[in-house]
């Protein structure tokens, strides 16, 4: 696999689109094992405009969505799930350290840690400079294209 995945490439692996793809790029890849990626946070991001005038911040559920893209592009890299929906499930243990920015480089990382049948688990931690700033553990489920319907939200 190449070292690097770009937008376009991850949207092969994933369905989401701007503006809700929140990686701009994978820096490593061991599919159904982890993923790295970057989220270059820039300040024409629409959320800044609300979240927090005069004091942009990147909200955290934003982060845990993006560590969760970042985590579903590791499951969903694995040749028997490719073409799936990685759906999240929750989330356990997450803990906030640092305030994230516009202009920042965000860097995240998720080790799925227990896949059974169509459940799993994941260890995330998003990074700026080296220093955590957000991590937990992201509970998921994977689902065929087109098979959802209300339950599947339970």
């Known amino acids: 696999m190449a070292a690097e995945y770009s937008r376009r490439e991850i949207e092969e692996i994933i369905p989401h689109r701007p503006p809700f793809l929140l990686v701009d790029r994978i820096t490593e890849l061991v599919p159904g094992e982890k993923a790295r990626g970057i989220k270059d946070v820039q300040a024409e991001e629409p959320y800044f405009k609300g979240h927090f005038p005069g004091e942009p911040v990147m909200p955290g559920v934003l982060i845990v969505e993006a560590l969760a893209q970042v985590g579903a592009v590791a499951l969903l890299s694995k040749e028997e799930n490719r073409g799936k929906l990685a759906l ?7 803990k906030f350290r640092g305030v994230v920015r516009p ?11 227990a ?37 599947s939200a339970e």
Do not use: P, Q, Y
């Not at 999240?88 to 997450?94: A, E, K, L, P, V």
């Not at 202009?103 to 840690?113: A, D, I, M, Q, R």
């Open 88 to 94: 999240f499930r929750g989330i356990d243990n997450f």
């Open 103 to 113: 202009g920042s480089t965000l860097e995240l990382e998720v080790t799925l840690t």
């Open 115 to 151: 896949l059974k049948g169509v459940a799993g688990r994941g260890r995330a931690r998003a990074r700026l400079f080296g220093k955590v700033v957000a991590s937990g553990e992201l509970v998921f489920a994977l689902a065929e294209r087109g098979g959802l319907d209300s339950r």
